[in-house]
């Protein structure tokens, strides 16, 4: 199927500028989502910094606290056994750093005071334990915020002991600051942690230790006010993998199997995403990173980023994880992509009605040349109409196109002539069938059937006595060769017999596939039965010379030996007369000369015999055109004429008939011809020509052979017998010549040619009527 320009054109321009726009488009889309993902990457790293940078400045005052209270210890600024004193001094820690939980102190005999922030009573507790003579107090005392004992109770069930705790225990072994993990305060069952100082005696002595507790529930509140993209979260996440801090606090608590509460674990906190981003560093342990760490990942059919910050500090040994989804940072370029998307199709739709309308506008010329060549091919429109408006590349296609067609019309005209009118028979033939195709007049009148009749024949049809299976083994051969000569004995319509010489060629098309044949067909019946004639006027001749030779040399002789024999006959009448005179009747002289006399009249008798067989022939006479005898004999020299490189000229003019023995006077010329050729063959002359010229009166037709040959010695005696100039010459021919002619009736002679060659001549009577 071919398919249209327009469309093709239409196709390709939507096509490629769809493509275009959508590359331009991806390569965009790319680089800027690239760009976004690193400017995520960088807001969620600025966002961990910040968490770090917070949690360290919400934690520090802490443990300046701890540290202080500590050193004041140490300092004895307040007696550690003065516990009203330190009590004062834990309260005023407490009210100044609203962060702080609690402060207490507890030393290695066991005593305790420890304040904290209350929400009963009074804003403020304390709880002191002491030793006095082995007697255990505690008291609980609820203060306002001047330190104002609002409320006093002592607590005898309680059994704290501070030397026990966690917090006292590491402090005291590792004689430095220490941070407890994170946990959830029994009391408040806020999350945070403590933070506990040794307190050493001169002598190096712990004495006891300062600790205070900081909730750490500040930090969650934090990390639900940062912002990070639109729907980010930040968690912190303890180095055993508990989350310490997120922006929901609800999720933080989880009851432990002794009904206590404890941190969720990051693989078991209720916020899928965080568990899909981080569950994984649960697995760790602990669970720290040394270096931030970016990572993508999908949850729920949804993409995010996320970077998990390298540990806070050797004494936070706590993480910050990030995540956010993509959608924060690209989801305007990926809608901006999507709309892309359809300006592009949108475009390309634009393009390719625009590129069906160029089309349509380019190749309306187009299609009004194709339709004008189709109908200039079929004749309908003539080639040197001006063309409609078109392109100069198809000016010049029509140009082409235009020559094309007149040259082809032109063979074809000339070819269907040279068919039509050709002098031969011309005829094509279908090569699958034999059977004619198309036929000319000369090939009609040649066979006698009419054009209409043959077009219905086979080539088979014609041939006298063939057998149709041989002239199909031709036709075959013929398809194989590609060619053909054959001379075919053919019937006429009207039963005659013709000789047709047939010469046919196979035409094939483009593929080499046979089309027909076609065959010229020449009738060659006539110039057959002249060549016969030919043949014959040849044989008779060779005939003729040998009889005409040996009478003209029984004539010769006779002639010759006429003379000595009227001499031996006359001698021998004288000598008879004599010895009849002298000797008497009877004597054997007499009867000697009697026997001499009659054989030499025996022989004169015999020689007169031989004459007169010489002459004989006038009984063969008849009458015949000259002109056709000239020409007929010129095929029997043609072959000496070519060998030698001489052209004869003759001119057949309208005679008369002439009257004489055909053959005979074909001798003549013959012998004229070949005396003329053999003469201009002894010469180095160009012009080896030889002219054949007749003229007629009233009586005779006049034939003169002139050659450009030397001409005749002149010391020869010509037309006499026996003289030649030639080594293998008899020296008989002209003589013979004359003789034919002067006993036809005519004459013979020759003159000095008009060139200085030999001419030549001699009559032969008109033929009377
Ligand atoms: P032959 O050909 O056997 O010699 P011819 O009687 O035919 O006998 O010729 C006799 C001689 O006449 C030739 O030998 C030749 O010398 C001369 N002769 C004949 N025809 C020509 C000619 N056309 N031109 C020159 N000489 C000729």
């Not at 006010?225 to 606090?249: C, R, S």
Request: net charge negative; proline share 4%.
């Amino acid at each position: 199927m071919k398919t249209s320009l327009g469309l093709v054109l239409a196709f390709c321009l939507a096509g490629l500028q769809f493509v275009a726009i959508i590359i331009i488009m991806w390569s965009s889309y790319v680089t800027s989502e690239r760009v976004l993902l690193d400017h995520a990457r960088n807001l969620l790293r600025d966002s961990g910094i910040n968490t770090i940078a917070h949690s360290k400045g919400f934690l520090n005052p802490a443990q300046d606290a701890a540290e202080l209270a500590a050193r004041i210890a140490e300092n004895k600024i307040v007696a550690s056994d003065n516990r009203q004193l330190l009590e004062q001094l834990l309260f005023q820690q407490l009210l100044t750093a609203p962060h702080l939980a609690g402060l207490f102190y507890g030393d290695e005999r066991g005593n305790f005071v420890y304040v904290k922030r209350s929400d009963v009573t009074a804003p403020f507790r304390s709880k002191i334990i002491s030793y006095e003579g082995g007697n255990r107090n505690t008291e609980l005392i609820w203060r306002d915020r001047d330190y104002v004992a609002v409320a006093q109770l002592p607590d005898p069930k309680d059994t704290y002991d501070p030397r026990k705790r966690p917090w006292y225990t590491q402090a005291q072994q590792q004689r430095s600051t220490i941070w407890t993990d994170p946990y959830i305060f029994f009391s408040s069952q806020n999350p945070g942690i403590t933070i506990a100082a040794p307190v050493t005696a001169s002598d190096g002595k712990i004495q006891g230790v300062v600790g205070v507790d900081i909730e750490i529930s500040e930090l969650s509140e934090f990390l639900a006010q940062l912002k990070i993209g639109e729907n980010g979260t930040a968690l912190i996440v303890n180095q055993n993998g508990d989350v310490i801090a997120h922006p929901n606090p609800a999720l933080l608590k989880t009851v432990d199997t002794d009904g206590s509460f404890r941190f969720a674990g990051i693989e078991e906190i209720e916020d899928g995403i965080a568990q899909t981003a981080f569950g994984g560093l649960a697995k760790l342990d602990p669970v720290l990173v040394e270096t931030e760490t970016y990572a993508e990942f999908s949850y729920d059919g949804a993409d995010f980023v996320s970077t998990i910050m390298p540990t806070i500090s050797a004494e936070l040994p706590w993480t910050i994880a990030v995540y956010a989804p993509k959608s924060d940072f690209v989801g305007a370029i990926v809608q901006n992509r999507t709309r892309n998307i359809w300006i592009a199709a949108l475009v390309s739709v634009l393009t390719g009605a625009v590129g069906l309308l160029l089309a349509n506008y380019i190749n309306r010329p187009v299609r009004a040349f194709a339709v004008r060549a189709a109908l200039i091919s079929q004749g309908e429109v003539d080639p040197s109409e001006p063309m409609p408006r078109t392109y100069k590349e198809l000016e010049r296609a029509n140009t082409a196109l235009t020559e094309e067609i007149m040259q082809r019309k032109t063979a074809e005209r000339e070819y269907g002539q040279t068919f039509e009118l050709s002098s031969r028979g011309m005829v094509q033939i279908s090569s699958e069938t034999g059977r004619f195709i198309r036929v000319n007049a000369k090939f009609a009148s040649i066979t006698g059937y009419e054009p209409e009749e043959l077009l219905q024949m086979k080539a088979v049809d014609f041939l006298a006595s063939e057998d149709p299976a041989a002239f199909n083994r031709i036709l075959s051969e013929m398809l194989d060769s590609g060619d053909a000569s054959v001379v075919r004995k053919c019937l006429r319509k009207d039963g005659q017999t013709v000789w047709l010489r047939v010469n046919a060629i196979l035409i094939r098309d483009n593929d080499g596939k046979p089309l027909h044949f076609v065959a010229t067909i020449n009738d060659i019946t006539k110039s057959l039965n002249s060549q016969k004639q030919i043949e014959k006027l040849n044989r008779d001749l060779s005939h003729l010379a040998r009889g005409e030779l040996l009478g003209q040399m029984a004539a010769g002789l006779a002639h010759e030996l006429n003379q000595p024999l009227t001499a031996i006959t006359q001698n021998a009448d004288a000598a008879l007369l004599t010895a009849t005179e002298n000797a008497g009747q009877d004597s054997e002289l007499q009867q000697i000369l009697q026997e001499l006399d009659q054989q030499a009249h025996r022989a004169a008798d015999i020689i007169k015999a031989l004459r007169n067989f010489a002459k004989k022939g006038e009984e063969w006479k008849t009458p015949f055109d000259l002109d056709a005898l000239i020409g007929q004999t010129l095929h029997l020299v043609k072959a000496e004429a070519s060998e030698h490189g001489v052209r004869i000229e003759f001119n057949p003019g309208d005679l008369p008939e002439v009257t004489g023995i055909r053959t005979q006077i074909a001798q003549v010329i013959v012998n004229l011809l070949r005396n003329a050729i053999e003469a201009i063959a002894g010469t180095d002359d160009s012009d080896n020509s030889i002219q054949i010229t007749l003229s007629a009166d009233k009586d005779f037709v006049t034939v003169s052979v002139e050659d450009s040959g030397p001409g005749v010695d002149p010391g020869l005696d010509l037309f006499s017998q026996f003289e030649t100039t030639k080594a293998d010459g008899m020296g008989l021919g002209l003589s013979i010549c004359r003789s034919i002619i002067e006993t036809g009736g005519g004459r013979m002679w020759h003159e000095p040619g008009q060139a200085g060659g030999a001419c030549f001549c001699f009559t032969v009577p008109v033929a009377q009527k």
